[in-house]
């Protein structure tokens, strides 16, 4: 089926095929929701595959109205996100081509180190972000200069426009199935967490220089279990040292509920409390997308691009230095940018929140 003559010319003929490509953790994915969905707004019949970390599996499956399949990337050098296995890139790059795409899209960044990466699957026609401000002749391919000033979910939406795909709405979303509320509320009766008194703590980050340290969660976590509210840490199974950290230091009883929650029933969790306050990490994107307030602790992060678009319902708290955003998986010279942001601050954001919210009921 051929496109009309007055679309971009990177739609002509329609495809039948998408590669999208953003081999990105759950946040970063969740930021492309917006912009995928516009995708498949635009294109309800194409087959749409996510070129991304394994990982992301639950991922496609959860946005499966957005994305019909994931082809695992074997990752590069330069790309942090996975141990790179380059001996298994020729046989993934092979595979690629045997899919034969029509289009092939760069949602990964400014594409100084994915858009050679994105040449190589196969594609009839390309299109993505270019590091440099000057527009690139290169045959069937369309790059925009990166738009560094947007948030994140803005950056893929601008794409789509640049591209000719309308898509509005910048909110995220985080479909949640019977079996995740139920498994939530499971939970939540075993632990007495009451939705309208709840506040889940998430002290955890993949990067240790995102981390807010564990003794001051601790002192946000007992002010909260203090004033009568049902406070749970939240974590995976690898972050349960620290959230029996943070359990150990507080002062007041709190519930740690680290590695008894998948990602959907961690969501659902969220969706059915009062408040979150967590790091500048993915979970903070599920907030965003069920539409719980949350009070976010930025650590190295550039704020500018990763902080939820709605601040009324969310607040980030940060500290300037001079090497932010960190390139570092640990800091170096102290974490200057986490101990900048003291307990009694996040406790006072967090009150300000909670009477809010009571003003909402």
């Known amino acids: 089926m051929s496109a009309p003559r007055d679309t971009h010319p990177l739609w002509r003929p329609e495809p039948r095929r998408i590669a999208v490509f953003r081999a990105l953790q759950l946040g970063d994915l969740l930021c492309s929701v917006p912009a995928l969905r516009a995708l498949r707004s635009r294109f309800p019949r194409a087959h749409i595959t996510l070129i991304g970390l394994p990982g992301a599996a639950g991922f496609q499956q959860r946005f499966g109205r957005y994305l019909d399949a994931l082809a695992p990337f074997p990752g590069v050098r330069g790309m942090p996100e996975q141990p790179p296995r380059e001996k298994a890139l020729p046989a993934f790059y092979e595979w690629a081509r045997a ?35 000057t527009p690139q002749a290169e045959d069937n391919a369309w790059w925009m200069p990166w738009p560094d000033h947007l948030l994140e979910a803005e950056r893929y939406l601008a794409l789509m426009r640049f591209l000719d795909v309308p898509g509005a709405s910048s909110d995220l979303e985080f479909p949640l199935t019977e079996a995740d509320r139920d498994a939530a509320e499971s939970v939540a009766r075993a632990e007495g967490l009451r939705p309208g008194r709840t506040v889940l703590v998430h002290p955890g980050a993949r990067l240790a220089s995102r981390r807010w340290p564990a003794e001051r969660y601790a002192a946000v976590a007992s002010v909260f279990a203090g004033a009568g509210y ?73 704020v500018h691009r990763w902080a939820p678009a709605d601040r009324c319902r969310h607040v980030v708290l940060w500290h300037d230095v001079a090497c932010r955003p960190c390139a570092h998986p640990a800091c170096p010279i102290g974490h200057p940018c986490a101990l900048g942001v003291k307990a009694s601050d996040v406790i006072r954001q967090a009150e300000h929140m909670l009477s809010k919210e009571l003003s909402y009921a």
Do not use: M, W, Y
């Open 99 to 133: 899919q034969d795409f029509d289009v092939a899209l760069q949602l990964h960044g400014d594409g100084s180190t994915t858009n050679e990466i994105v040449r190589k699957l196969g594609a009839r026609r390309i299109a993505g972000f270019q590091p440099g401000p």
């Open 230 to 302: 049902d406070v749970a840490l939240t974590g995976s199974d690898e972050e349960r040292a620290l959230t029996r950290k943070v359990a150990a230091l507080a002062t007041e009883p709190v519930r740690d509920l680290a590695g008894r929650t998948g990602l959907g029933a961690l969501a659902a969790l969220v969706a059915r409390s009062r408040l979150l306050i967590c790091n500048d990490t993915g979970v903070s994107h599920v907030a965003a997308a069920v539409r719980t307030p949350s009070v976010v602790i930025a650590s190295g992060s550039d």
